[in-house]
């Protein structure tokens, strides 16, 4: 191949040579959206850090899974944000918890729309820490029992995935163990298999008002410099028979993204998350970059680093890019 012989412009003469040699393809099949559910009724609460996101009571998540599935949009994944939080975040463990309870409306109302539950301590305990903690340790093994706990109530309840995000060693393994001795061996696992110490989580943590009271993550969530420890975590999750796997966030991980997607063949997942989201909303409201554009190129990003799924608040407005395109 040289030039001029070769000339690599040929084939971007028109948009249809393009989309002929197109390599990605964004789909909406690929999207799954996050939804924060609360008591209450009639309840939406706006994030002020995520513009177009609201904490909903059920009956609002249930007008709004409607919405999603008409959009084509094929998954949610359900946050829960109790009234009540403890030390131990027993309400997360509750057969009739908040997000036990959403899961029977969204199924009963949208019955093909997939529906996984996040499993994590943090939107529950009153420290706001992922597991049960003994002085400022957050400890690893008693924390497994209430998220096995957790992941039975909401499988209990209908859901179709659970995606455990509180990064404690041997989740996985707990959490299959629970599901199948309950009968749910027929529920995958989507987890959260490398998850990195994160800034870009700050508008989340105000979404679903699990910032950490004291200190930080960084004992159970992964270094950001890291990324042969990711390996091994996939690799951990992978013996521990995870279905699916998650790289998160998406948009500083894309080596992650890439790196999973070559050595495993599980189906992997992008989380794009809550910072990356505001800072894509801040720049575009400010006329400084083109919303759109921007968000479709960065979700592509993702998909042709290697994501096959993408989860993302950015979901329903690029299903609607996508479908009127
Ligand atoms: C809970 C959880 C977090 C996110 C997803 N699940 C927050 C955290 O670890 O503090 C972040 C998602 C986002 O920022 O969009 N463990």
């Known amino acids: 191949m040289k030039f001029p012989e070769y000339r690599a412009r040929r084939t971007r003469r028109t948009p249809t040579l393009r989309n002929m040699v197109r390599e990605t393809r964004l789909a909406v099949d690929d999207l799954i959206y996050p939804l924060f559910c609360v008591e209450g ?187 042969r420890e990711a390996l091994r975590e996939a690799q951990l999750d992978v013996n521990e028979n995870a279905d699916f796997l998650i790289v998160k966030p998406a948009m500083a991980y894309l080596d992650i993204l890439r790196d999973l997607r070559e050595r495993y063949d599980l189906p992997l997942a992008a989380y794009n998350v809550s910072g990356e989201f505001a800072m894509l909303k801040a720049a575009g409201r400010q006329g400084w970059i083109e919303h759109d554009r921007v968000m479709l190129e960065l979700l592509t990003g993702m998909k042709r680093a290697g994501a096959d799924l993408i989860i993302s608040y950015h979901a329903k407005e690029a299903a609607r890019l996508l479908t009127q395109a």
């Open 41 to 227: 009724e009639d309840v939406c609460n706006p994030i002020s850090s995520m513009p177009g996101v609201c904490q909903l009571s059920i009956d609002r998540l249930v007008t709004e899974a409607r919405e999603v599935w008409n959009l084509g949009i094929p998954a949610v994944i359900l946050f829960g944000i109790p009234d009540h939080k403890d030390a131990e975040g027993s309400a997360g463990t509750k057969e009739n918890g908040i997000i036990p309870r959403a899961v029977r409306a969204v199924k009963q109302a949208v019955p093909e729309l997939i529906v996984i539950t996040d499993v994590c301590l943090c939107e529950y305990t009153d420290h706001g820490h992922c597991g049960v903690i003994r002085g400022e340790e957050v400890v690893n093994d008693p924390t497994l029992e209430l998220l096995c706990m957790q992941a039975v109530a909401h499988a209990r309840a209908g859901a179709d995935i659970v995606a455990p995000s509180d990064m404690m060693d041997g989740r996985v393994a707990a959490i299959r163990r629970a599901l199948d001795t309950d009968g749910f061996d027929g529920v995958p696992i989507m987890s959260y298999a490398v998850k990195y110490a994160s800034a870009f989580y700050g508008p989340f943590r105000e979404a679903a008002e699990s910032a950490p009271r004291f200190g930080d993550r960084r004992s159970y969530q992964m270094d950001p410099a890291n990324r």
